[in-house]
């Protein structure tokens, strides 16, 4: 009953990280978004995963004991999840110095002008 309750209210927060990506027009809002939609998916594998009466597979004893596999794998999917907010904050970071703003309707009309690069030459150039 519990992992029932756990699966349908994953799928409601997948649908509210949906939700807000797509009708968010701030950046930052965009990138909570992922990472609900990221959480949403990890919590629904792992109710998924879950079985009354299963432990750990540590000790002596190997009965009844739940495969480490999924779990491992969840893990793995968390770390994932927090690199690409870490990265996406990251290159927020940069547009917002650029631009300073953090909506995509200005990230879309307004252009962002390289910095010029004496050092690097363009392929024209070298030939």
């Known amino acids: 009953m519990l992992s029932r309750i756990v699966e349908i209210s994953s799928v409601l927060m997948f649908f509210i990280g949906f939700y807000g990506l797509v009708s968010s027009k701030n950046i930052i809002k965009s990138i909570a ?43 793995t999917a968390i770390v994932i999840g927090v690199t690409v907010t870490a990265v996406n904050l990251t290159m927020l970071i940069s547009l917002t110095h650029q631009i300073k703003k953090t909506d995509w309707d200005s990230v879309r009309t307004d252009t962002v002008d390289p910095e010029p690069n004496d050092h690097l030459q363009n392929i024209t150039d070298i030939q």
């Open 33 to 75: 978004s992922i990472t609900i939609l990221e959480m949403a998916v990890v919590t629904f594998y792992l109710s998924l995963g879950f079985t009354e009466g299963m432990r750990a597979p540590i000790g002596p004893s190997m009965e009844n004991v739940a495969d480490p596999l999924p779990q491992a794998l969840v893990l």
